[in-house]
C-alpha cells in the first residue's frame, strides 16, 4: 500500500497540488488496504492521515497499513479536517467525492484554501492492476464460474428464477465469496430482454432463453460473468442470435490487446451484431473497467477515447435484446497482459454448453 499512497503524493504534487483527499470507500480501501476509515488525506511531505469514526475505529486500527489513524467524533470532524490541512500548509486540495453540505462546511472554515474535484489521477492508478489485484481478481473470476456451473446443474423446467440465483449464491459464499459483486439477474423467456432484469419467481418454459449474469467480490475485487442457457433445442432464430453473439464476444475478445482503442473494440463488436441485422437490439456498449467496483474506467464503448494497456480488466459482454422476445448475452471478464487477453472467466460459453 505504501507505494500506491507514493505514487499518488507524485501525481498530485505534478498536477499542482497540495494535498489529495480520498473519502470514496474503495479508493481508501486501495491505499489503505482498510475497509474502514472516512478520509483519507495524502501530501506529499507528510505521513498519510486517516480520519475514521468511532464506528468503524477497530477494523481500521487492525487493517489499515502506512498512514496514521485518527477517530473523529460527529463534533470533532470538521475540526480535525481542517487542522490536517492547516498543518500541511495546503493551499490548493484535490479531493475524489465528497457531499456537498461537507465540502460548502469545509469551505467556509478554510477559505484560503481551493478545492478542486480530481477523479483523474486516482482511476489512471486504479486502472492499472498490479499483480496482488490479479491474484484477488482471478480467485473472483473463479469463485463466479463455480457460481454458473452451480446454477447451471439446477437448470429445469419448472425451476423459478428464485431457486437458481440462491444456487449461485450459495456456491459463491461457500467457496470465499465475501458478497455478490451486483444484484444478479436471472432473466427468462420475455424476461430475457431486459439487459438487468432482476430475479422473479417465474419458472423456466421449455424454448425459453435464460439470460444469467453474476459476479463475486474476493478481497474487494469483483468478477462478472454472463451466459446465456437455452431450455430445449433452440430453434433457428435462437440458434442464430446466440451464435452472432459469441462471434461479436470472441471477435471483440481477440481485439482486446495493449494499444487497441476502446471504441474501436467496442466496433468490432458491433459490426459482427450489426451485419446480422441486429445493431438496434445492441443497446449498450461492449464493456466496462471491473476491480474494486463493478463498473469503472475504462469504458469499452463508441464514446471512448481510451486505449487499452496491459493491467487493465474490463467485461466483453456483447448482447442481443428483442422486446417481447427474448435476449441473449455472453459476458467475460477479461485481463489485458503484455502479451494480449487473458479470461478470469472461463465458463464454457458454446451453445451445445448453454442447452438442457
Ligand atoms: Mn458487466
Known amino acids: 500500500m505504501a507505494n500506491r499512497i507514493a505514487k499518488l503524493a507524485d501525481k498530485i504534487a505534478e498536477c499542482g497540488l497540495d494535498a489529495y483527499v480520498a473519502s470514496r470507500s ?26 475514521v469514526s468511532v464506528l468503524d475505529e477497530n477494523v481500521t486500527k487492525d487493517q489499515a497499513s502506512d498512514c496514521t489513524v485518527d477517530t473523529y467524533t460527529p463534533a470533532s470532524l470538521l475540526e480535525r479536517f481542517a487542522d490536517a490541512l492547516r498543518e500541511s500548509h495546503s493551499v ?10 461537507l ?11 481551493c478545492f478542486t474535484q480530481n477523479q483523474e489521477e486516482v482511476w489512471q492508478q486504479r486502472m492499472v492492476k498490479d ?34 440465483a440462491a444456487e449461485a449464491s450459495y456456491a459463491m459464499m461457500r467457496e470465499g465469496a465475501e458478497a455478490h ?29 435464460i439470460v444469467v449474469d453474476i459476479g463475486a467480490t474476493h478481497g474487494g475485487y469483483c468478477s462478472d460473468i454472463t451466459r446465456t ?73 463508441q464514446r471512448s477515447a481510451e486505449r ?8 466483453d459482454e456483447p448482447g442481443v435484446y428483442i422486446h417481447g422476445y427474448g435476449g441473449v448475452r455472453i459476458e467475460d471478464t477479461v485481463l489485458l497482459t ?13 451453445l451445445e454448453n448453454a442447452v438442457f
Open 26 to 51: 474503495p479508493n481508501i480501501r486501495y491505499y489503505t488496504g482498510s475497509i474502514g476509515g472516512s478520509h483519507l488525506i495524502v501530501t506529499p511531505d507528510r505521513d498519510p492521515l486517516l480520519l
Open 92 to 101: 490548493r486540495v484535490g479531493f475524489d467525492d465528497l457531499p456537498l453540505q
Open 103 to 113: 465540502l460548502a462546511r469545509i469551505r467556509r472554515r478554510l477559505p484560503e484554501v
Open 131 to 164: 499483480a496482488g489485484e490479479i491474484r484477488l481478481m482471478s480467485e473472483a473470476g473463479r469463485l463466479a464460474d463455480v457460481a454458473m456451473q452451480a446454477l447451471k446443474d439446477k437448470l429445469a423446467i419448472g425451476a423459478t428464477e428464485y431457486e437458481l
Open 181 to 209: 459483486s451486483f444484484e444478479f439477474t436471472v432473466g427468462s423467456g420475455p424476461r430475457s430482454a431486459y439487459p438487468h432484469a432482476s430475479v422473479t419467481d417465474r419458472k423456466i418454459t421449455r424454448g425459453d432463453l
Open 229 to 301: 442457457f437455452v431450455a430445449g433445442k433452440p430453434d433457428g432464430k435462437k440458434a442464430t442470435i446466440y451464435d452472432v453473439v459469441l462471434r461479436s464476444h470472441e471477435a471483440a475478445f481477440g481485439e482486446m490487446k495493449p494499444g487497441a482503442g476502446c471504441r474501436e473494440v467496442d466496433g468490432v463488436s458491433r459490426r459482427i451484431i450489426e451485419e446480422a441485422g441486429y445493431g438496434t437490439n445492441y443497446t449498450h456498449s461492449l464493456g466496462h473497467g471491473v476491480g474494486l467496483e463493478i463498473h469503472e474506467p475504462p469504458s469499452v464503448s
Open 308 to 315: 487499452l494497456e496491459a493491467g487493465n480488466v474490463v467485461s
Open 338 to 350: 503484455p502479451k494480449g487477453p487473458r479470461r478470469l472467466t472461463n465458463f464454457p460459453r458454446e
